[in-house]
């Protein structure tokens, strides 16, 4: 499996984006994961959906703010990233693996395939 991120930017505080992650490759039964890692601190999960029923999971961090979604048709992922902060700044990955979401995290040794990322940048 592949993943290829896109959509990332610069955008000002209160914006919003939209990045999407296209799969080549069956992701049937996959889990796929949103990460995001800032200068200088560990890659931390905030969502992951599950392609077989669409369960998703989303961290309280970005709660009410991002959203996850897929099309299974396109094989693509999304998370909107609704009321950006400049502490949202940071290069986001999608990953993917085998299996089903967690309903309480989602750390890094869970996924098997991993995009090379898509820079956020939220500044004023």
């Known amino acids: 499996v592949q993943l290829v991120e896109s959509g990332g930017g610069l955008v000002q505080p209160g914006s919003s984006l939209r990045l999407s992650c296209a799969a080549s490759?069956?992701?049937?039964?996959?889990?796929i994961g949103w990460f995001r890692q800032a200068p200088g601190k560990l890659r931390e999960g905030i969502s992951c959906?599950?392609?077989?029923?669409?369960?998703?999971w989303i961290d309280d961090s970005v709660k009410g703010r991002f959203t996850i979604s897929i099309d299974n048709a396109k094989n693509t992922s999304y998370l909107q990233l609704n009321s950006l902060k400049p502490e949202d700044t940071a290069v986001y990955y999608c990953?993917?693996?085998?299996?089903?979401?967690?309903?309480?995290?989602?750390?890094?040794?869970?996924?098997?395939?991993w995009g090379k990322g898509t820079l956020v940048t939220v500044s004023s």
């Open positions: 990953a993917a693996a085998p299996g089903y979401c967690s309903d309480y995290e989602l750390p890094t040794y869970v996924m098997d395939y």
């Open positions: 959906i599950s392609t077989r029923d669409g369960f998703t």
């Open positions: 490759g069956s992701t049937f039964d996959y889990r």
